[in-house]
């Protein structure tokens, strides 16, 4: 047994008899109090919208090549870039063509005559999709998103920091008004002791132990109702405090 004593606790039972500090409380909310769990998952579907929506402005590499036999014997190549812009709704380009053999007339084009043509561009819409378009439209609207979600996410964490703290010092007040009914039950049965033998000796009268009795009785049940209040409270605040898979901890 000396030596089981020895070794100490299990780290279970340690961690049972450890005091719950505002912070531990804090970082628990933090880490698995539901409402904030799922302000942030909105916070990542919002910074995945955006993402999404910062694509349509990617680079675009467009390449391809044909060998044709017969009587039209031709090769041909290309290549193009564009990359689209915010400003104006601009659209830069780029791209060289390379095509050499025999090409039917309504294929013209493609003949470079075995020489690499090379080409640029920029597209600037006039009217429509100028001032604003679908893809600068959801850029800006994606972000907003994200912003507010982030916003939602920090008033998140600090409702429910106020409402941990409030559940928490009311449970660190019940606790005490327990401690204190015990101790004045701890008094009163003390001098109960010391009644009964002062009665015994014929010191005081019986009636002056019977008056005790009722305080016992009294501080028995003001006892009873500070353990069920503290325990209440226990359960208000395990709403808030949770272990790491999320589930409610009674503290």
Known sequence: VAALLALGPPAAAAQALAPLTVADLLAAVDRAFPLIAQARADLDAARGDRRAADGAFDTTLRTGALRTDGEYDNERASLSVSQPLALWGLTASGGLTY??????????????????????????????????????????TTALAAERAAETVTQTRLSAFRAALGHYWDWVAA?????????????????????????????????????????????????????????????????????????????
Do not use: C, H, M, W
């Open 175 to 251: 606790a005490r008004q327990r401690a204190v009914a015990r101790a004045l039950l701890d008094l009163a049965e003390a001098r109960d002791v010391q009644l009964a033998d002062a009665v015994a000796l014929g010191q005081i009268a019986p009636i002056e132990r019977l008056d005790n009795r009722r305080a016992i009785l009294q501080r028995q049940s003001a006892l009873i109702a500070a353990e069920r209040l503290l325990e209440q409270r226990a359960i208000d605040l395990s709403l808030y405090y949770r272990d790491a898979s999320g589930a409610p901890v009674r503290p």
């Open 99 to 140: 095509g050499a053999g025999r090409f039917p007339s309504y294929d013209g084009k493609a003949d470079t005559d075995g020489v690499t043509e090379y080409s640029t561009g920029l597209t600037l819409p006039l009217l429509r999709g100028r001032a604003i378009d679908d893809r600068r439209a959801a850029r800006e």
